[in-house]
């Protein structure tokens, strides 16, 4: 197969994955804390990394001066994003949690803009102001209820999910700069450790009850999240970026949202011509912000 093709259908396959994760999210902490999930996710997941990254004799050390950068990867990229993300996915629903969380390339943007000092042409500048009028009009339309609501709980998911996308692009940004020195595999497998670390003093208060009480369904879940979004979407996507452009391969994510809400509406949740209004401004933002 085709170098370039077999990238564009792996990539489809990572943002399939991890579409999925928001319908399994959105499922599973109905029964599950969403701290107590996304924690068990990473206690699966960063053992396994370590185990790829010895078996792929990977040097694993790193300078002592690296150690800030690396505790900010933890927090960024593990336990702040996905505390803001499973808790704002269990107040709001899949499809909204998913299109919310591509606004993460609109704030990468911004803070490049700000630090790094990268142009924001008009055309950048349009999607991001079209991607936020999207955000509005999401934030008013929750497809629970069928119609234009004032929800503070639901307000409060969305904020949460912005706070992720806003932690994700911090993660990229300071990845960044640790990328032109150290390997992506062994910088992502610091960030799962640190970020697995940081997550412990939200639930080892009853982490063993956790632990015993997790239902099949639920160890299903953690296990989908650790394996197939955690392991296989990380390799996936960083294989990507070792071939092609991160612009090109960036463009893909935009599939996320859209496979979420297809999803979602074959297992039957009713979509609001509003909020695929509010889902189509901010996907297209998203994507004109990327040129």
């Known amino acids: 197969m085709n170098r370039n093709l077999f990238i ?8 399939f994955v991890w579409a999925g994760s928001f319908i399994v999210v959105d499922i599973t902490t109905k029964e599950m804390d969403p701290i107590d999930l996304g924690f068990l996710r990473f206690l699966v ?15 694993l050390s790193i300078p002592k001066k690296e150690l800030p950068w690396l505790i900010i990867l933890g927090l960024t990229g593990v336990t702040l994003l996905y ?11 899949a499809p909204t949690a998913s299109v919310l969380i591509n606004t993460n390339v609109i704030f990468i943007a911004i803070l490049c803009s700000l630090f ?13 102001v079209l991607s936020f009028i999207g955000v509005f009009v999401i934030m008013f339309s929750d497809i629970a209820k069928q119609e234009l609501t004032v929800d503070n709980l639901f307000y409060v998911g969305c904020v949460l999910i912005l706070l992720s996308a806003f932690c994700w692009a911090l993660y990229s940004l300071v990845g960044k700069r640790l990328l032109k020195t150290y390997d992506e595999f062994v910088i992502t497998t610091y960030a799962f450790g640190f970020g697995t670390l940081f997550y412990i003093p ?53 599939l996320i949202p859209l496979f979420t809400i297809l999803i979602s509406f074959f297992l039957g949740t009713s979509l609001t011509w ?10 297209y933002g998203v994507y004109i912000t990327q040129e």
């Open 45 to 59: 997941a960063t053992p396994l990394m370590i185990l790829i990254a010895v078996l792929r004799k990977k040097p």
């Open 8 to 15: 564009g259908v792996l990539l489809i396959l990572v943002s």
């Open 116 to 128: 790094l000092h990268e142009a924001l042409t008009r055309k950048r500048v349009a999607g991001i």
């Open 202 to 254: 939200f639930v080892v208060p009853h982490l063993s009850l956790v632990l015993q009480q997790t239902s099949m369904n639920g160890w299903m879940a953690v296990l989908y999240l650790a394996l197939t979004c955690s392991i296989f979407g990380y390799l996936g996507w960083y294989y990507a970026l070792k071939h092609i452009d991160a612009s090109k391969a960036a463009v893909f994510l935009n």
């Open 83 to 93: 505390l803001f993300q499973f808790l704002g996915i269990h107040f709001t629903n």
């Open 274 to 283: 509003f909020f695929l209004l509010g889902a189509a401004f901010i996907i």
